[in-house]
T-cell receptor
Framework: AQSVTQLDSHVSVSEGTPVLLRCNYSSSYSPSLFWYVQHPNKGLQLLLKYTSAATLVKGINGFEAEFKKSETSFHLTKPSAHMSDAAEYFC?????????????FGRGTSLIVHP | DTGVSQDPRHKITKRGQNVTFRCDPISEHNRLYWYRQTLGQGPEFLTYFQNEAQLEKSRLLSDRFSAERPKGSFSTLEIQRTEQGDSAMYLCASPRELEGNEQFFGPGTRLTVL
């Protein structure tokens, strides 16, 4: 069975400082991993994805994530936060268990950016 | 705009009424997923279709919920005898066939049961 844990429900940073959103996963197979962002009253948007290619994945808006199998982690980072980054972020694991892709979402991390 | 549309965007109903939501996925995507998202939570999987076949259903999907995808195009999600606990955002997504199941989400239908 697959699962995902987002280690922080809220992360607060100042504009211009680095962002770290933490995600640990569990999977019996070789998983695909994703980060999605949800701005208030907007739909879910894919930030980046890992699908067994390069372990360091670059996404949109300057975000990156590194797949670390030994640590079962897929943390999301950004060197410098912008006010527009304030949103809810979801880590997602999806493997081919039982012949179906059934994504499992984390509970979300709310990113707060202070001026 | 992801290319996935949902209708209606908002629905307010009284407890005990039936409601139906519609999702139009990206036309060339064969699979279609339904999720439910409550406040402060991530989306939870409800069910998914491969063309017109419903292949998986979550234990979250009680007997009051039914989903269809006639002809493998649009899909409907019906909730019968709604309860206040059904209040949530209902999301539809259609994934790429390859690339690890990257999902394209619709804007959602927000259901409020009074």
């Amino acid at each position: 069975a697959q699962s995902v844990t987002q280690l922080d429900s809220h992360v607060s940073v100042s504009e211009g400082t680095p962002v770290l959103l933490r995600c640990n996963y569990s999977s019996s197979y070789s998983p695909s991993l994703f980060w999605y962002v949800q701005h208030p009253n907007k739909g879910l948007q894919l930030l980046l994805k890992y699908t067994s290619a390069a372990t360091l994945v670059k996404g949109i808006n300057g975000f990156e994530a590194e797949f670390k199998k030994s640590e079962t982690s897929f943390h999301l980072t950004k060197p410098s936060a912008h006010m527009s980054d304030a949103a809810e972020y979801f880590c997602v694991v999806s493997d081919f268990e039982g012949g179906s892709y059934i994504p499992t979402f984390g509970r979300g991390t709310s990113l707060i950016v202070h001026p | 705009d992801t290319g996935v549309s949902q209708d209606p965007r908002h629905k307010i109903t009284k407890r005990g009424q039936n409601v139906t939501f519609r999702c139009d996925p990206i036309s060339e995507h064969n699979r279609l997923y339904w999720y439910r998202q409550t406040l402060g939570q991530g989306p939870e999987f409800l069910t998914y279709f491969q063309n017109e076949a419903q292949l998986e259903k979550s234990r979250l999907l009680s007997d009051r919920f039914s989903a269809e995808r006639p002809k493998g195009s649009f899909s409907t999600l019906e909730i019968q005898r709604t309860e206040q606990g059904d209040s949530a955002m209902y999301l539809c997504a259609s994934p790429r066939e390859l690339e690890g199941n990257e999902q394209f989400f619709g804007p959602g239908t927000r259901l409020t049961v009074l």
